[in-house]
């Protein structure tokens, strides 16, 4: 597979070492900043013998970039976070275009299977009210958005399954908050590739369930799998489709 790899910024690069431990063939890096990328931006030559592009850029960049590379017919990953406002705007120019394009909130496989966790566990919560929920997330301090798209997606399990919570917050509250509310709340340090909590507290006990990356190679990883997985795909997808697929593969006898 040949792939592009659209940013060069810490999940660029890790693509980049990922996919060569794979034999995974790096075609192009294109970033308009970094000097080290073999190109500039997305065009003609950028896009030569490439079959899938890999997309770690920033959120206000994901739109121009879907637009410009799917003019090339060329499938696309988006591990960028923070865009998913114009979804609607990406799936029509993917349609359009007749390409195939997936996106996460986060492509590490641990991850994925934490949401899974978590949904099973916040069905059993919905059962026994004695219990409250909250959740915190932390990551380096050069991430661009927050809260993490993982803790977005985490928050949207728990109030689809907890049906005495309907309301998120994410910003800091300067008053008690309310039983119907989850507070779900972010840090930023060091060089914390991402931890992700969630708790579910009664008064006597606390059940708290935690996925910590080690580094970035699981996003790196997962983020190829997805490449490998569009490659000869048309559509719009999630990283739920893959994983629907590969799990009912897995179970198959």
């Known amino acids: 597979m040949n792939i592009a790899i659209i940013g060069y910024g810490k999940m660029g690069h890790e693509v980049e ?5 794979k034999g995974i063939n790096v075609a192009s890096i294109v970033d308009p900043t970094d000097n080290n990328a073999t190109d500039k931006e997305v065009n003609e030559k950028s896009m030569r013998n490439v079959e899938v592009c890999i997309d770690f850029t920033n959120p ?7 637009q410009k590379i799917s003019k090339f017919k060329k499938n696309i990953v988006v591990g960028t976070t923070g865009w998913y406002d114009r ?8 349609n359009k275009n007749k390409i195939g ?5 986060n492509f590490s496989i641990g991850v994925n299977i934490f949401f899974r966790i ?3 566990a916040s069905k ?3 059962r026994f009210e004695d219990y409250d929920t909250y959740g915190y997330e932390l990551h380096h301090n ?3 958005d927050s809260p993490s798209g993982t803790a977005k997606t985490l928050g949207e399990i728990l109030i689809k399954n907890i049906k005495r919570k309907n309301k998120l917050l994410f910003e800091k509250i300067d008053r008690k908050i309310e039983p ?4 779900f709340a972010s840090m930023r340090a060091g060089f914390i590739p991402g931890t992700h909590v969630v708790g579910f507290d009664s008064s006597a006990d606390t059940i708290e369930l935690k996925h910590t990356a080690r580094n970035r190679e699981g996003f790196a990883l997962g983020a190829l799998m997805a490449a490998e997985w569009i490659k000869d795909k048309k559509g719009f997808y999630s990283v739920d489709d893959m994983l629907n697929e590969k799990i009912s593969q897995r179970f198959v006898l």
């Open 17 to 21: 070492k990922t996919a060569k431990l």
């Open 60 to 66: 206000n960049s994901v739109l121009n970039n879907v």
């Open 87 to 94: 979804l609607g705007e990406a799936r029509k120019i993917v």
């Open 101 to 105: 394009f997936i996106y996460a909130a």
């Open 118 to 120: 978590i949904e099973n």
């Open 124 to 126: 059993i919560i919905n």
């Open 142 to 144: 050069e991430k661009r």
């Open 180 to 183: 119907n509310e989850i507070h």
